[in-house]
T-cell receptor
Framework: DTAVSQTPKYLVTQMGNDKSIKCEQN?????MYWYKQDSKKFLKIMFSYNNKELIINETVPNRFSPKSPDKAHLNLHINSLELGDSAVYFCASSQGFGPRVYYYEQYFGPGTRLTVT | GQQVMQIPQYQHVQEGEDFTTYCNSSTTLSNIQWYKQRPGGHPVFLIQ?????EVKKQKRLTFQFGEAKKNSSLHITATQTTDVGTYFCAGPPVEYGNKLVFGAGTILRVKS
């Protein structure tokens, strides 16, 4: 049973297009995240949701819009894709909420490798 | 802004040699977590340290959290080819503990 799943695994698209990545977790966790990992492997948080409520919104261009229809799903929509958006995007989830959430391990999905040409 | 640095960026060792990666934060961390990412894979949680000066072991892996809760280390004894991957430390800053800040990672390659 996959704990955190993402689709698609690979996404190749042209500049200017709009695309979405979907994430689902079956762990019953309250908090979900989107991370971006660049070509140098640097992992940076983009968004965090707790029970469908946006908690963290890092300095991400507003072309990126997360949406959480329920606490098991967190999707990421990207408008007007740019070359610099090419990266691996990881969804993650963890138990807990509030300041204590970071005392819980995060479970990462397999990642979506986005290539913008 | 708060930064978490990791050194070295890259290490290539002979199988059987030891390996250490160091993690240094510019601010005090509430706790520190370590993750391992195999090539082509996703980060997987290894361990968490919470107390100042804490030391934990997992078989050949030894993790330490500094007294000031600003640095940490991961030491692998007698590396094996299965240890290959990128090791990340991550922690929430005490001042604004609303996110995990990840270090840049240390890439470990093991020659057999």
């Amino acid at each position: 049973d996959t704990a955190v799943s993402q689709t698609p695994k690979y996404l190749v698209t042209q500049m200017g297009n709009d695309k979405s990545i979907k994430c689902e977790q079956n762990l019953g966790h309250d908090t979900m995240y989107w991370y971006k990992q660049d070509s140098k492997k640097f992992l940076k948080i983009m968004f965090s949701y707790n029970n469908k409520e946006l908690i963290i919104n890092e300095t991400v261009p507003n072309r990126f819009s997360p949406k959480s229809p329920d606490k098991a799903h967190l999707n990421l929509h990207i408008n007007s894709l740019e070359l610099g958006d090419s990266a691996v995007y990881f969804c993650a989830s963890s138990q807990g909420f509030g300041p204590r959430v970071y005392y819980y391990e995060q479970y990462f999905g397999p990642g979506t490798r986005l290539t913008v040409t | 802004g708060q930064q978490v640095m990791q050194i070295p960026q890259y290490q290539h060792v002979q199988e059987g040699e030891d390996f250490t990666t160091y993690c240094n934060s510019s601010t005090t961390l509430s706790n520190i977590q370590w993750y391992k990412q195999r090539p082509g894979g996703h980060p997987v949680f290894l361990i968490q340290l919470v107390k100042s000066g804490e030391v934990k072991k997992q078989k050949r892996l030894t993790f330490q959290f500094g007294e000031a809760k600003k640095n940490s280390s991961l030491h692998i004894t007698a590396t094996q080819t299965t240890d290959v991957g990128t090791y990340f430390c991550a922690g929430p800053p005490v001042e604004y503990g609303n996110k995990l800040v990840f270090g840049a990672g240390t890439i470990l390659r093991v020659k057999s």
